[in-house]
C-alpha cells in the first residue's frame, strides 16, 4: 500500500480540466518536503513532470499545473489532449521511513 | 544527462543477479542514484538509494536486508543485486538520478525486465 494516496483513475473530455489528488502526511508532504510529479506512457519509463511543487521542467506546457497545501498536493491539466492519457504518479519524501515515498499512481483516461 | 541500464534477465529461483545502471553527461559523484521497482500492472515503489561519492546507502524498509545497492563511480555505475533471487522479485526495475539538495527524480533509465521463473 503506497504511502501516498491518489485515486485509481480520472477522466475528461478533451479540452476539460482535470486534477489529481495525493495525500500524505505530517511526515512527509505536510512537512518540509516538497513534492514531485511524474508521467509514465505504457511501455515506457517515468518522466518528471513537475518538481519542487509546482516547477516545470524545460519543455512541459504550461496547462501543466501543480500546487501543495497541507498534507495534500494536487496536479491540475487543462485543455486536456488525448496526448496527456497516461498514468500520474506523485512523489515526497518521508521522515519516518527516511526515504522517498510516492502515491499509488492515477491513470487519466481522455474521453 | 541520461541513465543507461543493463538488459532484461531470466533467471531460476535462488539464483544470484546484479543489474547496472551507467550514468553519462554528468559528474557521476555529485548525485544520488535510486532504485525503483515496479511489478506488472502496479505503482512505482522506491528501493533504496546510494552516494556515489561515499557510497552510502539507505533503503526502504521493505526492500532492507533483499537487495545490495552498490556504485563503482571509476566507471559511473551503480548496481542492484540479488544474492538469491524469488519468483516475487519478478519486476521492471528502474534507476534514477536524484540530487543531493533535492529530492526529485530526473531523468529514469530505460529500465530492466527481472523474470524469475523455474
Known amino acids: 500500500q503506497a504511502v501516498l494516496t491518489q485515486p485509481p483513475s480520472v477522466s475528461g473530455a478533451p479540452g476539460q480540466r482535470v486534477t489529481i489528488s495525493c495525500t500524505g502526511s505530517s511526515s512527509n508532504i505536510g512537512s518540509v518536503y516538497d513534492v514531485h510529479w511524474y508521467r509514465q506512457f505504457p511501455g515506457t519509463a517515468p518522466k518528471l513532470l513537475i518538481y519542487?511543487?509546482?516547477n516545470r521542467p524545460s519543455g512541459v506546457p504550461d496547462r501543466i499545473s501543480a500546487s501543495k497545501s497541507g498534507t495534500s498536493a494536487s496536479l491540475a491539466i487543462t485543455g486536456l489532449q488525448a496526448e496527456d492519457e497516461a498514468d500520474y504518479y506523485c512523489q515526497s519524501y518521508d521522515s519516518s521511513l527516511s526515504g522517498v515515498v510516492f502515491g499509488g499512481g492515477t491513470k487519466l483516461t481522455v474521453l | 544527462v541520461q541513465l543507461v541500464q543493463s538488459g532484461a534477465e531470466v533467471k531460476k529461483p535462488g539464483e544470484s543477479l546484479r543489474i547496472s545502471c551507467k550514468g553519462s553527461g554528468y559528474t557521476f559523484s555529485h548525485y544520488w542514484i535510486s532504485w525503483v521497482r515496479q511489478m506488472p500492472g502496479k505503482g512505482l515503489e522506491w528501493m533504496g538509494r546510494i552516494d556515489p561519492g561515499d557510497s552510502y546507502t539507505n533503503y526502504s524498509p521493505s526492500f532492507q536486508g533483499h537487495v545490495t545497492i552498490s556504485v563503482d563511480k571509476s566507471v559511473s555505475t551503480a548496481y542492484l543485486q540479488w544474492r538469491s533471487l524469488k519468483a516475487s522479485d519478478s519486476a521492471l526495475y528502474y534507476c534514477?538520478?536524484?540530487?543531493?539538495?533535492?529530492?526529485?527524480?530526473?531523468?529514469w533509465g530505460q529500465g530492466s525486465l527481472v523474470t524469475v521463473s523455474s
Open positions: 519542487g511543487n509546482n
Open positions: 534514477a538520478r536524484q540530487s543531493i539538495s533535492g529530492t526529485d527524480l530526473d531523468p
